[in-house]
T-cell receptor, first 114, second 112 residues
């Protein structure tokens, strides 16, 4: 069964450093998402992406964040200058169409900012 | 208006019990209500979902009850098993809008 994959599984970085989290969505999917889950808290929407542009973003997704689909398979989330409060699990998700309600989540990347 | 409130925060039942997790939403425009199951170290996985045109949906041991007028929906797990021990999230979304709004999550423990 096709699945969303994410790398790395765990990223440790120093405050102020840039990080890039990588996702490979399911191959025939068109809509891509990033969510964040701070330890012990709810899953929060960050951004949705379609046709090489951002469809919607939340208040969390400020100028420090950016997303990119650099090629036909990868979908990346960049945090330009990490803060302690960016420490969280970051989940990538994809869906085949906008009207397909099912979003398929990857296993997540645990980001630890020291 | 985008909030989804979930309760209880944690729940412990014996094997064979029927845990019930409740969610309430505010935005009446929401038209898709999924439940996700999350095991430690894994991403959320869709368990079951319902649309507001039906009051109940059952898939195996999992049932969603939906009360549109009260803006509430709940997950029932019949004959619960230790393998059901996980965190459960309700969510709500708008068709054609993509993003899901999640509840706070419920940590379920099913004791053998």
């Amino acid at each position: 069964e096709p699945e969303v994959t994410q790398t790395p599984s765990h990223q440790v970085t120093q405050m102020g450093q840039e990080v890039i989290l990588r996702c490979v969505p399911i191959s025939n999917h068109l809509y891509f998402y990033w969510y964040r889950q701070i330890l012990g808290q709810k899953v929060e929407f960050l951004v949705s992406f379609y046709n090489n542009e951002i469809s919607e973003k939340s208040e969390i997704f400020d100028d420090q964040f950016s997303v990119e689909r650099p090629d036909g398979s990868n979908f990346t989330l960049k945090i330009r200058s990490t803060k302690l409060e960016d420490s969280a699990m970051y989940f990538c998700a994809s869906s085949p169409t906008l009207t397909s309600d099912t979003q398929y989540f990857g296993p997540g990347t645990r980001l630890t900012v020291l | 208006q985008q909030q989804v409130k979930q309760s209880p925060q944690s729940l412990i039942v014996q094997k064979g019990g029927i845990p019930i997790i409740n969610c309430a939403y505010e935005n009446t425009a929401f038209d898709y209500f999924p439940w996700y199951q999350q095991f430690p170290g894994k991403g959320p996985a869709l368990l079951i979902a319902i649309r507001p045109d039906v009051s109940e949906k059952k898939e195996g041991r999992f049932t969603i009850s939906f009360n549109k007028s009260a803006k509430q929906f709940s997950l029932h797990i019949m004959d619960s098993q230790p393998g059901d021990s996980a965190t459960y999230f309700c969510a709500a979304s708008l068709t054609n809008a993509g993003k899901s709004t999640f509840g706070d999550g419920t940590t379920l423990t099913v004791k053998p």
